[in-house]
């Protein structure tokens, strides 16, 4: 069995207000589009295409390097017309036609669509719906599958039928190119209509059917910026109840916000209004305060990252501590039990086992040892004004607060850099390091106003 997806992607879109086509709005962070593409990977498609009709580079350009076809309506003539421009990509056994701006339906969903063709030659997903308003009605003579009427050519007793046609179809390759044929545009809207191909293909004595979708928010479409924040909620809904079967305990599921790929293992707990973007791992019992944006990161065992904390291409050791009020960025890598404490800022620093930098500090581009202490308000200098330097600090190293670390610098093992220090040169091992000048007390009366 050979299968080609095609997905409609020529609609304006013109509800959505916006520069950008509507299939690159956003759900959970992926453009709509990319949702069914990848839907159509996952059940396994030979072919995949895309009709585009408006902004044909811009979506070309966001999934540049995916392994789809692109088959332009420059014209939007109807769903018909659309499907008829994918026709030469469409020589397989079965054809499945989705919808860009349907972006939720689950790959289980449409498998099923695609096996009723087993049976049938042609299966259309259906789905009841309380307000049927502006959907195609789903005509039915006993069980099976007699026509679908688009709302605009209903008459009145077709206008109460509460089931309606998602728009999405699966199909016979073999039959789909006769059928189409027969399309014509004689109808309310003068529009191809490919919900005629039911009609078209019993007169040819081939089957149709109707498979229901029991779940409506699955295939509800975005076409506004209100459907998109609706598709969002059940997305996430989806996404955090998944978390919690895998063991993960959530403050409330209804305040988390999941823009990529979040990997999981078990007892993690995660307080309100957390966003996590990108890859990000959690390793068992992690422990994640309110107000956390994680992005592109790893964080180890039993780390505990308390609120208001923002940690970007991390790599977080286990049982680390990090914040609250922490900003870990790029290329920060803690081993176990390291400390980053309140108004930290780390990038691309390796920060060593149990090493802390508790307070109000800036590390860049550092090297630091094992059981190191540095100082509140100590700043690595790691910028001349054209490039960046490192810092070298080695085990066991105690900073003193308020230090300036002015790299390229070098600090050795078990030395101490008195608090205020603006170090220029290399520390060495073991000794006190200090670059103030004496106390010195002279008398001296404050001026008073006049
Ligand atoms: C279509 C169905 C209707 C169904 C409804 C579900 C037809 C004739 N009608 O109606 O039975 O209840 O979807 O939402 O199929 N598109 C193109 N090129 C075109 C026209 C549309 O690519 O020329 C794409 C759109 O971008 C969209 C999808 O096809 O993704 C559906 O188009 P839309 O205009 O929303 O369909 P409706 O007429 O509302
Ligand atoms: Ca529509």
């Excluded at 390097?65 to 109807?78: D, K, S, T």
């Excluded at 078990?266 to 209004?273: H, L, R």
Aim: charged share 20%.
């Amino acid at each position: 069995m050979s299968l080609t997806v095609v997905i409609l992607a020529a609609g304006q879109g013109t509800r959505m207000r916006s520069q950008l086509p509507k299939v690159l709005h956003k759900v959970g962070g992926k453009p709509m589009l990319g949702h069914v593409i990848d839907t159509a990977y996952a059940l396994s498609a030979d072919k995949v295409v895309v009709v585009y009709g408006h902004g044909g580079e811009q979506l070309r350009e966001a999934f540049a390097g995916e392994n789809i076809e692109w088959a332009q309506q420059a014209e939007q003539l109807g769903t018909g017309h659309a499907v008829q421009q994918a026709l030469p990509y469409c020589d397989t056994d079965k054809v499945l036609v989705l919808y860009a701006d349907v972006p939720l339906v689950r790959p289980e969903t449409c498998a099923e669509l695609v096996t009723a063709l087993d049976s049938d030659d042609l299966a259309v997903l259906s789905v009841e719906l309380s307000d049927p308003t502006g959907y195609g009605r789903i005509v039915r003579e006993g069980d099976a599958l007699a026509g679908i009427v688009e709302h605009k050519d209903t008459n009145a007793g077709q206008l109460t039928i509460n089931e309606v046609n998602t728009g999405l179809m699966a199909l016979n390759g073999r039959k789909l190119k006769g059928w189409l044929s027969e399309l014509s545009n004689d109808n309310a809207q003068g529009e191809y209509y490919l919900t005629d191909l039911v009609e078209i293909s019993r007169a040819n004595g081939d089957s149709a059917t109707a498979v229901v979708c029991p779940d409506p928010a699955e295939v509800a479409g975005a076409n506004n910026r209100i459907q998109l924040a609706e598709a969002e909620r059940v997305l996430q809904t989806r996404l955090a109840e998944s978390l919690m079967v895998q063991g993960v305990t959530l403050a409330d599921p209804a305040r988390i916000d999941i823009r990529g790929e979040l990997s999981v293992g078990q007892d993690i707990e995660i307080d309100v209004n957390c966003v996590f973007e990108g890859d990000v791992t959690l390793a068992d019992g992690v422990s994640i305060g309110a107000n956390c944006v994680i992005k592109d990161s790893r964080i180890g065992k039993g780390a505990v990252i308390k609120p208001f904390s923002h940690v970007d291409g991390a790599y977080i050791g286990a049982k680390a501590d990090i914040g609250p009020y922490a900003r870990l960025r790029e290329g920060t890598q803690l081993a176990p039990e390291a400390k980053i404490g309140n108004f930290v800022e780390t990038k691309k620093a390796n920060i060593g086992v149990g090493s802390k930098v508790n307070h109000l500090s800036y590390v860049g581009d550092a090297e630091v040892g094992e059981g190191v202490n540095i100082g509140a308000g100590t700043i690595t200098c790691n910028y001349d004004g054209a490039n960046k330097h490192k810092t070298i600090i080695g085990d066991g190293a105690f900073i003193g607060s308020g230090s300036n670390l002015v790299a390229p610098v070098s600090i050795g093992k078990n030395a101490t850099i008195g608090a205020g220090t603006t170090l220029r040169k290399d520390a060495p091992d073991e000794q006190l390091t200090l670059t103030r000048g004496k106390q010195q007390s002279v008398s001296w009366e404050r001026p008073k106003k006049s």
